[in-house]
């Protein structure tokens, strides 16, 4: 290794000494006001020197890093080490299992193809919400879990055994961002070199975007693809530009009433409009003084929908009392503070770092607020929700009033489902059912999902206890759920459950139906379960506008589940308040809940608890003995993950029968040659698309229909519609993968107008049919493929398979009007071309209908723009120039090589 800044020293905590990379190593005073992040990439440069990857001058353009300046300098990344959850996480395994034998295959050594960073997965996207309402919820949701995902666990049972430096935690843990925070984040990372402990802050990459929740305590960390992840774990540095950092100022603190959720709905509505993609945000200021741990975390949580590609916290007192709270060790403590003072990566309240830009908010001007009916960024106060709700009601209506032919008035259909005697004519926009030995009408705004569900409140101590004290006042009123609301409780950790049970609001909650159904990211990530089947059957056959409330952080089109058209994010105790109005049309500062048992009128000021009652709650219940309790056995597993028969063996015996797991095609015929980067020529367009299209949209997620080519591949291979479990699980096939790409039931594609769904016209004989249909005719007659889109192309979770997928059904190239920061690089990963229309393009206005004939010209190595020529079925001919966005020189390697595991796997097998 190379020590350009002789920074590497020595740091004495206790009777341990650690060697460091000194950051003051470095000349002159520009250290001081670096931001914290940067600090934290300028060590990793320091330590990971080698004069070939990394240099000097990688240094020194970090050092002097220029804030205005935008971003065009490339260095290289190390993680410490990487973290996935199961959705992710089982194609990554898969991958690496795929390297082995493709390895074999190139004449080298299989078990070179190992993690060689430290590679930690948590198993929690399976499980599902089946079960509810019920004191057994988790029990028979974890039973079914386990019979729909035996082969999955088997196969990472397998990968825990055969793989080295990979640990798998069981099911019904809790989510992996919590149990990240919670236990496996060292802060402080360290490791033997040469005999000698080597002390270096604790960096982590992760197959989901809320891996940014880690930032909370401290650690630099982002969600990269499941492709970066494997090649981070196999030991390649990620490449990427000097960020901008924006700073963010937080002052006063949170007023009565306010949460932890109505806070980052409020930064996230900001940093969206501020526009803040690919950019760092760092948080300061007084306000922090205020800022529980949790609350920080919630924050840093929610980076990916405020499009930030981190959103960090500094070290200071308040991570320590964390850390000991949550039950690490004394010594990882004290170098913790250790370390970060000395390297000045310790809060500084006196001293503000040059950023590119600064927000700030005062706190104390928070209020309560939700965020929907689709976009976690459109935030909106309690105050006017119901206004906001009737807004966007407003063309549902008339659109559905259009394909009805019905003249029913709008204003006529609002009204809260929960007062007023049942109509006695059925009307648009209402269903009497009968559900439970309850008559009632179900109505347009109704809430049919409430959920307290997902990493970005569960990790909170304060928003659950609120919830608790809630549903305690509410019982104690009188008040229950409508029998129309699906209720469910999904703690993020095992943690969340023993406060709430030590508090005595546990029982609270379940008497309002909200039970424990599970560990795991349920209801947010679309595994809400069915909904009873009279609610389902009303909802689709009168079109209702049912609507969900869920303290999620994503509620994109069709996510949560088919059935509900607005999905709106809120506080654990506003979930609890909606379940018991049962509608989203209501006022509930001026509107009742309901009546209580005295039948007096009970509004939501007269149960909402105090802050002090919360913080008090908190204060009397949690400690760390239960967390070390929670953690003490957290690999271990229960006795149902324990008697799964393990297959053995270096090399994984693929089964051609298998629905869950296959071999990919990336190696099939791959030798140690490169392609040639080549132009494109004579493609099609499989599909045209507009703004704000999501992973969501592109890659397979929720349930799988039986009508659909994942359906029916399926059933031919034996499998029944009630097995078919959701795309997510089935992750380590690509035929079922690949078949519902593009296959979100609310994607719009311009080539079909005025049809929802995965539906494509195939060009050539101008037959509508699916996506993935058009696209196997295509590959038959040797066509290339391109998607036209729009703004924020690529924008949600991390999904990999949203840029597996775009690969598998034959697409070389994607021109958008921007691109989200994950699925660009994951596009480029693929060995796909991420085009981008010139400022103030795009193809509305160049006259594009998507039916031309399309060549790309000028694809060479280093390109920075292309031409390309669109030509019409009558000979006119339209050339406009596109942004070539493989953004670094790595990134054309990898290009180069046909993706990014083509690129790693060359490599070890040229070392070998």
Not at 853 to 865: C, D, H, N, P, Q
Request: net charge negative; glycine share 10%; with cysteine.
């Amino acid at each position: 290794m190379t020590d350009s800044y002789n920074a590497r020293s020595s740091l004495q905590v206790g009777d341990r000494r650690y060697d460091i990379y000194r950051l003051d190593a470095v000349p002159g005073d520009k250290l001081a006001k670096l931001p914290y992040s940067l600090k934290i990439l300028l060590e990793n440069l320091l330590r990971t020197e080698d004069g070939v990857n990394i240099t000097r001058a990688d240094i020194d353009a970090l050092l002097n890093w220029n804030p205005k300046a935008e971003p065009d300098t490339e260095i290289a990344f190390t993680p410490a080490r990487v973290v996935l959850q199961d959705f992710t996480g089982v194609p990554c395994v898969v991958d690496l299992a795929a390297m082995r034998d493709a390895m074999k295959a190139l004449g080298g050594d299989p078990n070179k193809i190992n993690p060689l960073s430290p590679a930690e997965l948590v198993i929690d996207h399976s499980v599902m919400v089946d079960e509810f309402g019920r004191p057994d919820a988790a029990e028979l949701n974890a039973k079914i879990e386990f019979e729909r995902n035996q082969e999955r666990y088997r196969f990472l049972r397998w990968g825990q055994t055969a793989l080295s430096n990979f640990r798998v935690v069981p099911p019904d843990t809790g989510i992996v961002h919590q149990v990240n925070l919670e236990y496996l984040a060292r802060v402080v990372f360290t490791r033997e070199e040469n005999g000698q402990a080597v002390a270096y802050p604790d960096t982590v990459v992760g197959t989901d975007s809320h891996t940014t929740m880690i930032n909370g305590v401290g650690v630099l960390g982002w969600g990269v693809g499941g492709i970066e992840a494997e090649a981070a774990m196999l030991g390649q540095p990620i490449s990427m530009l000097i960020p901008q950092v924006v700073g963010f100022r937080l002052t006063g603190k949170l007023a009565e009433g306010a949460t932890a959720t109505d806070l980052v709905l409020t930064i996230t509505q900001m940093l969206r409009k501020k526009g803040v993609v690919g950019k760092f945000v760092e948080f300061f200021g007084p306000g922090l003084e205020h800022l529980p741990l949790a609350d920080r975390a919630t924050i840093a949580n929610m980076a990916p929908e405020y499009g930030a590609t981190c959103g960090i916290f500094p070290i200071d007192q308040e991570t320590l009392n964390y850390l000991n709270l949550s039950g690490r060790s004394a010594e990882q403590v004290a170098l913790v503070e250790a370390y970060a003072k000395a390297q000045g990566l310790w809060r500084d309240p006196t001293v503000e770092a040059a950023y590119s830009d600064v927000l700030e908010l005062d706190m104390s001007t928070v209020v309560p607020s939700l965020a929907g009916p689709k976009r976690p960024q459109d935030r909106v106060t309690l105050a006017d929700m119901k206004s906001a709700y009737q807004n966007a009601l407003e063309p549902l209506v008339e659109t559905r009033n259009a394909k009805n032919g019905a003249t029913a008035n709008f204003e006529g259909e609002g009204g809260s489902t929960a007062i007023g005697a049942p109509a006695t004519q059925q009307v648009p926009g209402e269903a009497a059912v009968s559900y439970k030995s309850n008559e009632f009408m179900l109505k347009d705004g109704a809430v049919v999902i409430a959920a307290i569900t997902s990493c970005t409140n569960t990790s909170n101590p304060a928003v659950l206890m609120a919830a608790g004290l809630l549903a305690r006042n509410a019982v104690a009123k009188g008040l229950n759920v409508q029998p129309w609301v699906k209720t469910s409780l999904a703690p993020g950790s095992l943690v969340v459950t023993s406060y709430l049970q030590k508090a005595g609001l546990l029982g609270d909650l379940e008497a309002l139906g909200f039970n424990v159904v599970g560990y795991g990211c349920t209801t947010c990530i679309g595994n809400s379960g069915p909904l009873p089947e009279p609610i389902g059957k009303a909802i689709q056959e009168h079109d209702l506008v049912a609507c969900s409330v869920l303290s999620g952080n994503r509620n994109f089109e069709g996510r949560v589940h088919p059935d509900v058209r607005m999905n709106f994010l809120a506080s654990p105790p506003l979930v609890v308040a909606y379940a018991i109005a049962g509608s989203v049309n209501v006022d509930l500062y001026k509107e009742p809940l309901g009546k209580g048992k005295d039948g007096q009128d009970v509004f939501l000021k007269d149960i909402w608890p105090s802050n002090g009652d919360v913080a008090a709650a908190i204060a009397a219940h949690v400690d760390s003995a239960m967390f070390q309790s929670s953690y003490a056995s957290v690999f271990k597993g229960d006795s149902r993950w324990n008697s799964l028969e393990v297959p053995q063996g270096d090399l994984y015996g693929w089964s051609a029968d298998s629905t869950y797991v296959q071999n990919p095609p990336y190696f099939q015929g791959m030798t140690m040659s490169t392609r040639t980067i080549e132009d494109v020529k004579a493609a099609r367009a499989l599909a045209v698309l507009g703004d704000s299209i999501t992973t969501d949209h592109i890659s397979p997620a929720g349930s799988i229909k039986a009508n659909s080519p994942a359906g029916h591949y399926l059933v031919n291979h034996g499998v029944e519609p009630k097995d078919f479990n959701s795309y997510g699980s089935r992750r380590g096939n690509h035929e079922v993968m690949m078949r519902g790409t593009f296959a979100n039931i609310r994607l719009r594609n311009k080539l079909v107008p005025g049809v929802e769904g995965g539906m494509t016209r195939y060009l050539p004989t101008d037959e509508p049919m699916s996506i993935y249909d058009a696209a196997m005719k295509y590959q038959a007659d040797g066509t290339p493929l391109v998607i036209l889109a729009g703004k924020e192309y690529g924008t949600g979770s991390s999904r990999d398979w949203a840029a597996k997928g775009t690969m598998l059904l034959g697409v070389k190239a994607v021109i958008a009007e921007s691109f989200e920061r994950i699925h660009r690089s994951n596009l480029v990963g693929m060995g796909v071309l991420p085009l981008q229309f010139v400022e103030g393009e795009n193809a509305e206005s160049l006259g594009l209908s998507g039916e031309e004939t399309f060549e790309i010209l000028g694809v060479s190595k280093g390109a920075r723009e292309v031409t390309v020529e669109a030509k019409a079925a009558d000979g006119a001919t339209r050339r406009f120039t596109a942004r070539l966005r493989i953004d670094t020189p790595k990134e054309w390697d990898y290009y180069e090589h046909g993706g990014i595991l083509q690129y790693v796997l060359r490599s070890l097998a040229k070392a070998a």
